[in-house]
């Protein structure tokens, strides 16, 4: 079973940047798709970006050119860069670690076994 913790989030003005962490046990990332994934007051939750099957990111167009996904196996870490937030950006963020990831007209959802970190809230004011 995967074990997810996240960091990083906080509170910034519109315009500004956030990155955010998420530590995996072990070979999490040789065995799942990585991913980030939002959730804002009475929204569903949405995919943010991830890491492919075949190692490609996939960003939701939302983000896509503000947000930067990336990976480090030997510290068994997942990064999310945030640059140019917008107040929209508003949620709680979790990291995920899924079987497949199953792209929709919408983004992306985990298909499969698939498990989520605790979230860490990320609040821009305009």
């Known amino acids: 079973q995967a074990q997810l913790v996240e960091s990083g989030g906080g509170s910034v003005q519109a315009g500004g940047s956030l990155r955010l962490s998420c530590g995996t046990s072990e070979n999490t990332e040789k065995n799942y798709c990585m991913g980030w994934f939002r959730q804002a007051p009475g929204k569903m939750r949405e995919g943010v970006a991830a890491i492919d099957s075949d190692g490609s990111p996939t960003y939701a167009a939302s983000v896509k050119g503000r947000f930067s996904i990336s990976q480090d196996n030997a510290k068994n870490m997942i990064y999310l860069q945030m640059d140019n937030l917008r107040p929209e950006d508003t949620a709680m963020y979790y990291c995920?670690?899924?079987?497949?990831?199953?792209?929709?007209?919408?983004?992306?959802?985990?298909?499969?076994?698939?498990?989520w970190g605790q979230g860490t809230q990320v609040t821009v004011s305009s």
């Open positions: 995920a670690a899924t079987q497949r990831l199953l792209h929709t007209s919408e983004g992306f959802v985990p298909d499969g076994t698939h498990y």
